[in-house]
């Protein structure tokens, strides 16, 4: 399976700022997501990044927010914009390297803490 | 979308078997069905895949009766390390996670 990492791998953040989270994987891949998993809740899913075109954001979430970008088929990067504590989460990014069986696989995470 | 449910919590001892079930009664004809292991402060882990019948890997094996409209993870002999989350999905255009089974093995 593909190897994903993420940047960084948790934060601390004050209320307001921007904190820009990266994933990188190891070979190319087509299918790519975004998601948030708030303490002691299952994971949601916030977008599916498209490469070379914009994010296809769920209901709840929009671009203004959690802006995405998606310039290749090996990394992307999710936003969260003038954050609160409400956003403190872990964020994780996934991909899907066979369109048929679609097997998921998450990176590591980035645990967000936001003051 | 189809949905699924899952027990909430499950506690089980070191070295029993553990059979968690999941129902998902709208599961559509090329639906694969996926369970995921999470650990703290982890991203999900992929466990096993199934269509139907019976699946088994290294980890774990997968029950899918005919009508596929329920599946039931089976973990032999369980460590204390399979303490985690467990995650049943069935795989459509988008993947949905449910609440999940937090499965706790005791000594």
């Known amino acids: 399976s593909a190897v994903i990492s993420q940047k960084p791998s948790r934060d601390i953040c004050q209320r307001g700022t921007s904190l820009t989270i990266q994933c990188q994987v190891d070979?190319?891949?087509?299918?790519m997501f975004w998601y948030r998993q708030q303490p002691g809740q299952s994971l949601t899913l916030i977008a599916t990044?498209?490469?070379?075109?914009?994010?296809?954001?769920e209901s709840g979430f929009v671009i203004d927010k959690f802006p995405i970008s998606r310039p290749n088929l090996t990394f992307s990067t999710l936003t969260v914009s003038n954050m609160s504590p409400e956003d403190s989460s872990i964020y994780l990014c996934?991909?899907?390297?066979?369109?048929?069986?679609?097997?998921?696989?998450f990176g590591p995470g980035t645990r967000l803490l936001v003051l | 979308l189809a949905k699924t449910t899952q027990p909430i919590s499950m506690d089980s001892y070191e070295g029993q078997e553990v059979n968690i079930t999941c129902s998902h009664n709208n599961i559509a004809t090329n639906d694969y069905i996926t369970w995921y292991q999470q650990f703290p402060s982890q991203g999900p882990r992929f466990i096993i895949q199934?269509?139907?019948t019976k699946v088994t890997n290294e980890v774990a094996s997968l029950f899918i009766p005919a009508d596929r409209k329920s599946s039931t993870l089976s973990l032999p002999r369980v460590s204390l390390s399979d303490t985690a989350v467990y995650y049943c999905?069935?795989?459509?255009?988008?993947?949905?996670f449910g609440k999940g089974t937090r499965l706790h093995i005791l000594p």
């Open positions: 199934g269509y139907k």
């Open positions: 999905l069935v795989v459509d255009d988008k993947i949905i």
């Open positions: 070979s190319q891949v087509t299918m």
């Open positions: 990044a498209n490469q070379g075109s914009e994010a296809t954001y």
């Open positions: 996934s991909i899907i390297p066979d369109r048929e069986q679609k097997t998921q696989y």
